[in-house]
C-alpha cells in the first residue's frame, strides 16, 4: 500500500489537533488545580508575628527536667514544682508514685519488685500521694 501525500497530510492535521486538544485540557488542569491549592495556601510574609511563633519550636534538650533512678529505670520529670516535691518524700513512697504513675505499673508488679504485698503497697502509694498533695501545695501557696 501506498502512502499518498493527502493521507500523510491527514494524518499529521489530525494528529495536531490531537496534541492541541490534549496541551489545552493538561493546561486547564493544571490551572484549576493551582486555583484549588491557591485557596488553602498562605505565604510566610502575610502572617503575623504570633502566626510565625506556633511554626517553630525550641528544644529544652533536658535542661529543665529532672531524673529519678527506679529500680535501673530512668523515670524524667519535666514539672520542677513536682519534682522538687517528690524529693521531699521518703525514698519508698517516691518510688511507687514513680513507678505507679509515670511507667504505668501495677500494685501488684510494684508490689513483686519490692517483695511486698499489693494491699500494703497500695496503702504506701496513697499515704505518700496524701503527704506529696501536702508538700506541692505548702510550696506552690495553693
Same mark, same amino acid.
Given at each position: ?26 493546561? @486547564?488542569?493544571? $490551572? ?6 491557591? !485557596?488553602?495556601?498562605?505565604? &510566610? %510574609? *502575610? ?50 508514685? @514513680?513507678?505507679? $504513675? ?6 501488684? !508488679?510494684?508490689?513483686?519488685? &519490692? %517483695? *511486698? ?26
Amino acid at each position: 500500500m501506498k502512502l499518498t501525500n493527502d493521507f500523510i497530510e491527514r494524518n499529521m492535521r489530525q494528529f495536531h489537533r490531537y496534541a492541541l486538544r490534549t496541551l489545552h485540557y493538561a493546561a @486547564l488542569t493544571a $490551572y484549576y488545580e493551582r486555583l484549588r491549592l491557591g !485557596k488553602n495556601t498562605i505565604t &510566610f %510574609s *502575610s502572617l503575623s508575628f504570633q502566626e510565625t511563633r506556633l511554626l517553630y519550636r525550641i528544644d529544652q534538650h533536658f535542661t529543665d527536667d529532672t531524673i529519678f533512678n527506679v529500680l535501673d529505670y530512668e523515670i524524667i520529670v519535666q514539672d520542677n514544682n513536682l519534682a522538687n516535691a517528690l524529693n521531699c518524700l521518703p525514698e519508698q513512697g517516691r518510688n511507687i508514685i @514513680l513507678l505507679k $504513675y509515670f511507667l504505668g505499673w501495677t500494685d501488684r !508488679k510494684i508490689g513483686e519488685a &519490692f %517483695s *511486698s504485698y499489693d494491699s500494703s503497697t497500695r496503702k504506701r502509694r496513697l499515704a505518700a500521694l496524701r503527704v506529696l498533695r501536702i508538700i506541692y501545695e505548702e510550696q506552690n501557696g495553693e
